[in-house]
């Protein structure tokens, strides 16, 4: 019989949120322990195997200079990797940090910041190797970190939808906030999330950060139709997507 394929999952900068969407599938972690071999999963059991690893699921951005370094081992153990969450695939929102001089925020946040080691800037994994593949989400959709996983078992491109929220609240029958006069990221944020905010008459916070080709200065133009300061345009592009190139553009745009 051949050996099943190894899955491993690696934690960088984060708060664990995607590496628990996955355990939060509950009962599909049957099946999904029934496919592969989960080899290196510290957050799920102490049982850790050597690479190398035949599928690699990242959570976290880079942000020391160890971790600059173990993502390099990661990728060299991995014969495919895939960057889960806004961390991984955009800094996250300790991306904050790019924004200003890393000396004053150490200095702010420790009493003895002469004992910490660490980057200038907060990066996803892609700036440091080959991705094979980004799933965006703060956290990620479980259903969709599953077909990842699935599509990988079948050799096949995961069917992950492209489309912004916006697509999404039309299927769930939601009104769409922004005719209400509600500002909201919808409309250049990735689907993905089920359209959670919308749906509860509040505008999208764009947890799953932009979508393909999103039009930033339409959507800007369109919050100061509806009376936002540009200020608030930037404080709203600068969450947990700040680093993602065109929210990043964007927000420099405005406010500073």
Wanted: hydrophobic fraction near 40%; proline fraction near 6%.
């Amino acid at each position: 019989m051949d050996e099943k394929p190894r899955l491993a999952v690696w934690k960088f900068a984060s708060c664990d949120g995607c590496q628990l969407s996955l355990l939060d599938c509950e009962d599909e972690l049957l099946t999904l322990a029934g496919a592969v071999q989960i080899a290196n999963f510290p957050e799920a059991t102490s049982l850790i195997l050597d690479g190398p690893y035949d599928l690699s699921l990242v959570e976290g951005s880079i942000t020391t200079p160890q971790d600059a370094e173990r993502i390099l081992e990661v990728r060299r153990q991995s014969r495919l990797l895939v960057s889960i969450g806004a961390c991984a695939t955009a800094g996250g929102i300790q991306a904050l940090r790019n924004l200003a001089a890393i000396d004053d925020f150490v200095a702010a946040v420790y009493a003895s910041p002469q004992y910490i080691s660490t980057l200038e800037t907060s990066t996803p994994i892609s700036a440091h190797v080959t991705v094979d593949y980004e799933l965006h989400g703060c956290p990620v959709n479980k259903a969709q970190l599953l077909e990842v996983i699935a599509a990988f078992l079948a050799r096949r491109k995961p069917a992950i939808s492209a489309h912004s929220v916006c697509i999404e609240c039309k299927r769930r029958g939601a009104v769409c906030v922004m005719v209400q006069g509600t500002p909201c990221l919808g409309p250049v944020t990735h689907a993905g999330c089920g359209a959670i905010c919308p749906a509860y008459h509040r505008g999208c916070y764009g947890c799953y950060g932009p979508m393909e080709t999103p039009n930033m200065p339409a959507l800007a133009d369109a919050w100061l139709a509806l009376g936002a300061a540009p200020r608030e345009i930037q404080r709203a592009l600068r969450t947990f997507n700040t680093g993602a190139e065109p929210f990043l553009k964007e927000s420099q745009a405005h406010g500073d």
